[in-house]
């Protein structure tokens, strides 16, 4: 008897991501449904070699349904959420809308995978900014050897995070530089081909950003709360890949060579590190790729115990899709939850 499970915001860049990957994984499944707003009633969706016809969200019955994936954005989870949840569904939701409540747990499997067993409070479990994900992979394996004091990261962020909207943007502008068309930003505050926009979400009174706030406070969360951490996130013209520059500082002594090989055998890194041109990883190598890619290991000498390092992911996948599969995959394999009946 396998399980039933549901996506919400199926017609999304991260919708489509999740079914691709319950596919790919094998996820024991025995029905997936296909959720979205009314105005994408009947939209096929790819679910491996077969489609799948979306269903209205607002009208879905999850009574029968064992796990519900989310990316349906932080208004309707906040409204939904609850309510599936309530239905004995277990909710594993992309947005922030849960991110940052003490009654529900924060995942990212390769790291905090034991706090999952937290999500009977409330039955839902939240998904990490996407550029948290990613960061948190690598930092976990040195924070263990050698305890992080501090972080210092500049994050490098695909238009894919903001949507397809995002993209399309990306791409049009592109064209218009071309052949000299005229471009008015929409998605964006500016221009963003050819470009870099210091800013994603909104300003708080600090003069940080709403997504800097998140890396530190999900950081806080998902791996320890002494941690220090301060961002400057940057929208960069590229379709799709996450790419983070990042300065740690340690309490005790590791060294380059010493954080390259812990990293060689950290589950979903995989480092990428030769010292020549063209030995270090882009972001369009990770697309469509699981791993967490790691370059760039070198010491840093204006601190006391101190790496640099470079880290790229794909966004859609590790930062979101594939974080959410996995948070399901860690729920059957522990047997945390059992199916609720055979799916029809």
Partial sequence: MGFKVAVAGATGNVGREMLNILAERQFPADEVVALASPRSLGT?????????????????????????????????????????????????????????????????????????????????????????????????????????????????????????????????????????????????????????????????????????????????????????????????????????????EFVHPISAGEARAILREAPGCLVIDKREPGGSITPHEAAGEDATYVSRIREDPTVENGLSLWCVADNLRKGAALNAVQIAEVLVNRKLITPKRKAA
Wanted: with cysteine; aromatic share 8%; net charge negative.
């Fill in 44 to 248: 096929e969706v790819s679910f491996g070699d077969s489609a799948v016809k979306c269903k209205a969200l607002e009208h879905y019955d999850f009574s029968g349904t064992d796990i519900c994936l989310m990316s349906a954005g932080g208004t309707v989870s906040k409204e939904w959420a609850p309510k599936i949840a309530a239905q004995g569904c277990v909710v594993i939701d992309n947005s922030s809308a849960w991110r940052y409540d003490l009654n529900v747990p924060l995942i990212v499997p390769e790291v905090n995978a034991d706090a999952v067993a937290g999500f009977s409070a409330r039955n839902i479990i939240a998904n990490p900014n996407c550029s948290t994900a990613q960061l948190v992979v690598v930092l976990k394996p040195l924070h263990d050897r050698a305890t992080i004091r501090r972080i210092v990261v500049a994050t490098y962020q695909s238009v894919s995070g903001a949507g397809k909207e995002a993209m399309d943007e990306l791409f049009a502008q592109t064209r218009a530089v071309y052949v000299s068309d005229p471009m008015e930003p929409k998605k964006f505050p500016k221009r963003i081909a050819f470009n870099l926009i210091p800013e994603i979400d909104v300003f708080l009174e600090d003069g940080s950003t709403k997504e800097e706030w998140k890396m530190m406070a999900e950081t806080k969360k998902i791996l320890d709360p002494a941690i220090k951490l301060t961002a400057t996130c940057v929208r960069v013209p590229v379709f799709i890949g996450h790419s983070e520059a990042v300065n740690i």
